[in-house]
């Protein structure tokens, strides 16, 4: 009976690591939660994930990065501007990263993670208040 309590003790053990793998493993082409653009989550060139806009929902007033808190890039556009950067690893989720909000032109604390369904938890903070949404594979 003991044998078969620490074999299973070993083998959670061993499983926890591949738990929070698959949680740090973000890359792949999301779409928001709103289904209004899809991001692109690939390495960086250091290990951390990078997301770029690879695709935007048209619309009647364009899809420029009109509210950049720089003047010089509100002619933009935003496909090809990236929204997630800067991150550290977790042990669960990426943490300490940055999310550009394109809508408000606002930067904000991030954290990302791949949920156990398949999707993405993208979550951004100011200060003490945070937002999140999921985000979808494409298929």
């Not at 053990?13 to 738990?19: D, E, I, S, T, Y």
């Not at 009109?66 to 943490?95: C, I, M, Q």
Request: proline share 7%; aromatic share 6%.
């Amino acid at each position: 009976m003991k044998i078969r309590h620490l074999l299973a003790a070993l083998t959670a053990m061993a499983a926890g690591p591949a738990v929070a793998s698959a949680n740090l493993d973000v890359s792949g082409r999301w779409l928001t939660g709103e289904r209004t653009a899809q991001i692109e989550v690939k390495d960086c060139g250091d290990g951390s994930p990078c997301g770029t806009v690879v695709w935007v929902k048209p619309n009647p007033k364009g899809v420029l990065d009109a509210k950049n808190p720089d003047p010089s890039l509100r002619t933009r556009p935003l496909v090809g501007v990236r929204l997630l950067y800067a991150f550290h690893r977790g042990e669960t989720a990426w943490d300490g990263g940055r999310i550009y909000d394109a809508r408000s032109g606002r930067t904000y604390q991030a954290r990302i993670s791949r949920s156990p369904d398949g999707t993405l938890s993208v979550t951004g903070c100011l200060g003490p208040f945070c937002q999140s949404q999921t985000w979808t594979p494409v298929k």
